[in-house]
């Protein structure tokens, strides 16, 4: 299965047009022809959880919050001058975790 085939089926069984207008839903970083080989399920999308998922050997994080409303204005490694967002997306993409 491919992370889009992932997205698909889920916005399936969960319609986007459910989610609130300000919610920001679907992959946020990522390769959609990537192919899933294991998923971690987590509340929120932070930095820790992808270096989790991907300690764990998932290349997909589910996260039920968005990783963020508004994109950051960027995607920088953990700092106290950027939301934790934008060392979320940073780390997704450095892991290769979508």
Not at 28 to 51: E, F, I, K, N, Y
Request: hydrophobic share 45%; glycine share 8%; net charge negative.
């Amino acid at each position: 299965m491919k992370v889009c085939e992932l997205e698909r089926s889920l916005f399936e069984s969960f319609p986007k047009v459910d989610a609130e207008s300000w919610d920001h839903v679907g992959l946020s970083v990522g390769d959609p022809d990537s192919t899933v080989g294991r998923v971690l399920v987590a509340l929120d999308a932070t930095a820790d959880m992808v270096r989790r998922a991907h300690d764990g050997g998932a290349n997909v994080l589910l996260a039920h919050h968005p990783v963020y409303i508004a994109a950051p204005d960027a995607f920088v490694p953990r700092s106290g001058s950027h939301p934790q967002a934008a060392a979320a997306v940073f780390e997704a993409a450095r892991l290769g975790v979508s």
